[in-house]
């Protein structure tokens, strides 16, 4: 079975560019999260969409950052404009409700704002 | 546990010992909790999981306690190996938020 499918592993833009990353859950996986992950925390929570909805965007900085996922698979995570805040391993996971809410991560994005 | 800490806590042990990592937890209406491993450079990997009507829960290896009154969770990981290395994080509720995570360095 194909894990979760994120690109690009690593990018580097400046200050006040724009990037975007791309997730493909696991085939079947109705739920997806995208996480930010800054060296030496743990995962945030930055999205959660079911299906194409999105269930919870409360730490979303919305004024820069949004996602999509319009036909219900895979799934685009924007930053516009970057801030140097915002270097980090971006997450993307996927879960069915039939395993009981275990998540399924991808290898991550790795973005450095300079 | 749900929330983010400024730098990890570190454990180190000894090959072959028992490793015993810790979190806490905030929200007592949390009824579903996952220990996650990551190695360097990967995404965090699932260890094991336990639901709230539980006060133990065996895997290979490793084993889940959960304290609902102190709302405490602990991840016993016996004979540690060096394959073992990783950060271990908690997460729990129903959106999945994580816990500021334990980096374990097991020595030779």
């Known amino acids: 079975e194909a894990g979760v499918a994120q690109s690009p592993r690593y990018k580097i833009i400046e200050k006040r560019q724009s990037v975007a990353f791309w997730c493909n859950p696991i085939s079947g996986h109705a739920t997806l999260y995208w996480y930010q992950q800054i060296l030496g925390q743990g995962p945030k929570l930055l999205i959660q969409?079911?299906?194409?909805?999105?269930?919870?965007d409360s730490q979303l900085p919305k004024d820069r950052f949004s996602a999509e996922r319009l036909k219900g698979v895979d799934s685009t995570l924007k930053i516009q404009p970057a801030k140097l805040e915002d270097s980090a391993v971006y997450l993307c996971?996927?879960?069915?409700?039939?395993?009981?809410?275990?998540?399924?991560f991808g290898e991550g994005s790795r973005l450095t704002v300079l | 546990g749900e929330s983010v800490g400024l730098h990890l806590p570190t454990l180190s042990v000894q090959e072959g010992d028992n490793s015993i990592i810790n979190c806490a937890y905030s929200n007592s209406a949390s009824d579903y909790f996952i220990w996650y491993k990551q190695e360097s450079g990967k995404g965090p990997q699932f260890i094991i999981d336990?639901?709230?009507?539980?006060d133990k829960r065996q895997g290979q290896r490793v084993t889940v306690l959960l304290n609902k009154t102190v709302k405490h969770l602990s991840l016993q990981i016996a004979a540690t190996q060096p394959g073992d290395s990783a950060v271990y994080f908690c997460?729990?509720?129903?959106?999945?938020?994580f816990g500021a995570g334990t980096r374990l360095t097991v020595k030779p």
């Open positions: 969409f079911q299906n194409n909805g999105v269930v919870d």
């Open positions: 997460a729990g509720g129903g959106d999945m938020r």
């Open positions: 996971a996927s879960s069915s409700p039939g395993l009981a809410g275990e998540l399924f």
């Open positions: 336990i639901r709230s009507n539980m």
